[in-house]
């Protein structure tokens, strides 16, 4: 959670600037640096489309839904990890299809489910006996204890997400667009918005050892809606919502070392603060433009 209680020697406490130099030279901190730069870049890849298809609650939704997947896991004496990957990812799906079978809002669906999820996960605990793991890092996550497979893992969703998204980028935007005009074109929208799910709820399950179940959600949104302040050409977006992603990733494992802060909670806050700042100094731009207009 926290470089605290990694380090029980006062010596190698983070005080200065030359003690947080040589803190990168551990493993796990290396480790923490890379893993930090996938999932910015995957973050930010992935919250923009959804921040665009405003699918941010149903990215929300997974990342509650990840309880059970982890219990079941303990309960079945499987690797918690892959029973999270494989859940999430069937999760997703079911969701997405109750959503198009019913004439439900996609809102109330997403809130059942959560609801009911969360529940199932919360009752399943009590089931499990003995050794309950770190509870703190499920919720808020430890970027610091990701290990080399979690790594391989995240470079492999980015990688595919990559490939699926970039390569049909005019497909998927007309598709953001108007789902309709995309049908009639002949693009595969089911497909399309099959696989994207599919993806997003990979990512959510790998960044939720980073990052925790409760915040997973920001380290989608928060990037991709901070660059869409700056902009509104797509590919500037797109690209400006990785560059954050990965800065505040970073800047967030800065912080954390700095001030022995859990290391979840302190990249959310530096993607939020950024937020607050760039909504400010929007804010503050547009003012001035109103203010120019009218003196004129």
């Known amino acids: 959670m926290s470089l605290v209680p990694i380090y029980q ?5 983070v005080t200065n600037y030359y003690d947080l130099i040589n803190l990168f030279q551990f493993p796990f901190m ?5 893993g930090a730069v996938l999932m910015g870049i995957m973050g930010g890849l992935l919250g923009s489309f959804v921040t665009l298809r405003q699918l941010s609650f149903f990215s929300h939704a997974v990342g509650h839904a990840a309880l059970v997947g982890i219990v079941l896991g303990i309960l079945l004496n499987t690797n918690p990890r892959w029973m999270l990957l494989a859940f999430t990812m069937i999760f997703g799906v079911i ?20 609801s009911g999820s969360l529940a199932i996960g919360i009752i399943l605990t009590s089931f499990i006996q003995g050794y309950h793991g770190n509870l703190m890092g499920v919720l808020f996550g430890d970027i610091l204890a990701i290990d080399n497979t979690d790594l391989v893992l995240t470079l ?26 995309a049908k009639v074109q002949g693009i595969p929208v089911r497909l399309y918005r099959y696989g994207f799910v599919v993806l997003l709820s ?9 990052v925790g179940i409760l915040l997973v959600n920001a380290f989608l949104v928060i990037p991709a809606s ?26 967030g494992i800065i912080v954390s070392g700095l001030f022995n802060l859990p290391s979840g909670p302190s990249i959310v806050l530096v993607q939020f603060l950024g937020f607050i700042t760039v909504f ?4 503050s731009g547009v003012q001035k433009i109103f203010a120019l207009f009218h003196r004129n």
């Open 95 to 114: 969701v997405l299809y109750f959503i198009d079978k019913t004439d439900l809002a996609s809102d109330s669906i997403l809130s059942i489910v959560l």
């Open 9 to 13: 020697d006062t010596s190698l406490a």
């Open 202 to 210: 990979l990512s959510v399950a790998v960044a939720i050892k980073a």
């Open 226 to 251: 901070t660059a869409k302040l700056i902009t509104h050409h797509f590919s500037r977006f797109l690209l400006g919502a990785v560059i954050i992603g990965c800065l505040s990733s970073i800047t």
């Open 30 to 34: 290396q480790r923490a640096i890379i």
């Open 280 to 283: 400010a100094g929007v804010k």
């Open 156 to 181: 492999f969703i980015l990688f595919s997400s990559g490939i699926f998204l970039l390569s049909t980028l005019p497909q998927q935007i007309l598709l953001t667009l108007n789902s309709d005009v």
